[in-house]
């Protein structure tokens, strides 16, 4: 008799600790201070060289911290050998908020690697910060 009125209270206690951390964990909070959400990287973006012109990358989430690009329209660069559809980014978000992977380049001459790169995504702007590419620097996004 003495244990029912015991557990009773306790195990209210108990049940309320264990949603209570059930719930939290869900959450996931961030574990350092600086630590920031990935820039909104989904959408169609501009490529900014002369010698590419008019070739716009379409970027899609494949999670909320994977994405990848493909070519959307080729413009200018379909002298490099891309494709319409053809996937050219590879990227992941970073605990600083910023997408880090790789960048499908090719040359004139046939020259075709996965080179990396680092980029920050704005409502307007996609800048990559880190790149052996210029064109994809202060990329615009295509409404």
């Known amino acids: 008799m003495r244990i029912s009125r015991w557990w009773g209270p306790v195990g209210v206690a108990l049940l309320t600790q264990l949603l209570s951390l059930a719930a939290a964990g869900r959450q996931q909070p961030k574990k350092y201070p600086w630590e920031k959400e990935p820039g909104p990287i989904a959408g169609r973006w501009k490529v900014t060289c002369a010698r590419s012109a ?27 050998g891309y494709s319409a559809g053809e996937e050219m980014l590879r990227l992941e978000a970073d605990d600083l908020g910023k997408w880090v992977g790789q960048l499908k380049w090719r040359s004139v001459a046939g020259v075709q690697r996965w080179d990396p790169i680092t980029m ?3 409502a307007e702007k996609l800048n990559a910060i880190m790149t052996t590419d210029d064109c994809y620097k202060d990329m615009p996004r295509v409404r």
Do not use: P, R, W
């Not at 911290?65 to 660069?77: K, N, Q, R, Y």
């Open 54 to 80: 008019g070739m716009i990358i379409e970027v899609g989430l494949q999670s909320k911290t994977t994405a990848s690009g493909h070519v959307a329209v080729l413009g200018a660069a379909e002298k490099y």
């Open 120 to 122: 920050i995504a704005t």
